[in-house]
């Protein structure tokens, strides 16, 4: 039997993470207008594994900007063959 023990933690040692088919949806506090990021196209830069950091994210409808908590955490699975 495998097992997997600890917890990922510390930097990705990348400068910018690209998450393909993943998007942040959001409504802008100041508006109320749905918006959305391709984390395909909008990176994460310097990305620290289980910590929470702050990305920006911005409304294309009323120019508002405004920042939020954002944490990556890495999920590792075995399958024995």
């Known amino acids: 039997m495998i097992k997997i023990k600890g917890?990922?933690?510390g930097e990705l040692a990348v400068k910018r993470?690209?998450?393909p088919g993943l998007q942040e949806h959001v409504k802008c506090p100041n508006c109320g207008h749905e918006t959305?990021?391709?984390l395909n196209g909008?990176?994460?830069n310097y990305p620290m594994?289980?910590?929470?950091?702050?990305h920006g994210h911005?409304?294309?409808?009323?120019?508002?900007?405004?920042?939020?908590?954002?944490?990556?955490?890495i999920?590792?699975?075995?399958?024995?063959?």
Do not use: P, Q
Not at 49 to 54: A, I, V
Not at 62 to 72: L, Y
């Open 7 to 9: 917890k990922a933690t």
């Open 58 to 73: 911005y409304c294309s409808e009323c120019g508002h900007e405004w920042v939020f908590d954002m944490k990556i955490n």
């Open 42 to 44: 909008d990176h994460i």
């Open 17 to 19: 993470l690209w998450l």
């Open 75 to 81: 999920t590792v699975d075995v399958r024995e063959s």
């Open 49 to 54: 594994l289980g910590k929470w950091e702050e």
């Open 36 to 38: 959305w990021n391709d």
